[in-house]
């Protein structure tokens, strides 16, 4: 069957269409994407403003006639931290069901972390052994870690690379003082819950998503997406400890230039950075493996396995 999921992010609105059915990968048909910036979008008072429910409105508009052209049978509509976390979160779920028909699912941390874990492991399979799964969004860090398909530790952290950007960086070059705070915040609020993944015991196989962490990656070093999904993609400790403090002194024109940073995120690589080499130094990873696959292939998932058991 062929199924669309939308994925309302805080910088990002992704339309993924698959063709996908039980016992087999789900197959990409069409990707679009459209940067929202939803969390950018918020009031002082915390309510995502008229400007970003407009906006988010119509792409989701257009994501559905782009859904119907491609004969998706469903489409299936979700929300990240942006959308829960605003104040007026009822009322802009009811303007989009008033003006779309979407009744967009607002998923929690928890719920990301476990749709994204399942996802890792359907990629690398039971050979993985227990996983540990890192994923830096725009606004909230998920980790999950677990020997099964539903993780036994899943964490979330308002540590996202959007939200420490705007909170902690308000210099296009980072000030020192602005960048050794940031990385004192990130790893006092990270170590708070590192108690519970270590207690889950040793990882087999850690693992990182997100656009983040790929762009990471790509500047580290790891092979372009030319090389298609399969090729391996990894970030060490090492050579993102190398890499961080040169990138922290680069302007935005600059960053554009390296290799995987796309013109929207740019700004927020920085922070990403930092809170992914806290997760390095405080979990003792000294190597994270990316996988393609992340919370919308999750999302996929999950609903085949209802349709399957039903």
Not at 147 to 162: I, R
Not at 170 to 193: D, H, I, M, T
Not at 281 to 304: K, M, T
Request: net charge negative; charged share 25%.
């Amino acid at each position: 069957m062929r199924e669309a999921v939308l994925d309302v992010g805080s910088n990002t609105a992704h339309l993924l269409v698959v063709d996908a059915h039980r016992g087999a990968a789900p197959l990409p048909a069409l990707s679009v994407k459209r940067e929202l910036r939803l969390a950018e979008h918020l009031t002082p008072e915390g309510a995502l403003s008229d400007e970003g429910v407009d906006a988010l409105v119509s792409f989701i508009a257009s994501a559905l006639v782009e859904a119907e052209d491609q004969g998706c049978e469903s489409v299936m509509a979700f929300a990240t931290s942006a959308i829960r976390e605003a104040s007026n979160t009822d009322e802009v779920l009811a303007k989009v069901l008033t003006a779309t028909g979407v009744d967009l699912l607002v998923l929690s941390g928890v719920e990301e972390a476990k749709l994204t874990f399942l996802a890792v492991r359907r990629w690398f399979g039971w050979s993985s052994g227990r996983l540990a799964v890192f994923d830096i969004g725009g606004g909230s860090l998920e980790i999950a870690t677990g020997a099964d398909e539903v993780p036994d530790v899943m964490l979330s952290f308002e540590l996202g690379a959007g939200r420490l950007t705007r909170e902690w960086l308000g210099s296009e070059v980072p000030l020192e003082s602005e960048y050794r705070a940031l990385r004192k915040y990130v790893r006092a609020r990270l170590a708070r819950g590192a108690g519970a993944v270590l207690r889950g015991g040793s990882e087999d196989h850690a693992v990182a998503t997100s656009k983040t962490f790929r762009s990471l990656a790509r500047v580290c070093g790891a092979p372009p997406s030319s090389e298609g999904p399969y090729a391996r993609r990894t970030l060490t400790r090492a050579a993102l400890a190398r890499q961080l403090p040169r990138v922290a002194e680069l302007s935005r024109d600059e960053l554009v230039k390296l290799p995987g940073v796309s013109p929207g995120r740019a700004h927020q690589l920085v922070a990403g950075g930092i809170v992914a080499e806290a997760v390095m130094d405080l979990f003792g990873i000294e190597e994270l493996e990316i996988c393609p696959w992340a919370l919308r292939e999750g999302v996929i998932l999950q609903s085949l396995d209802s349709l399957s058991e039903g």
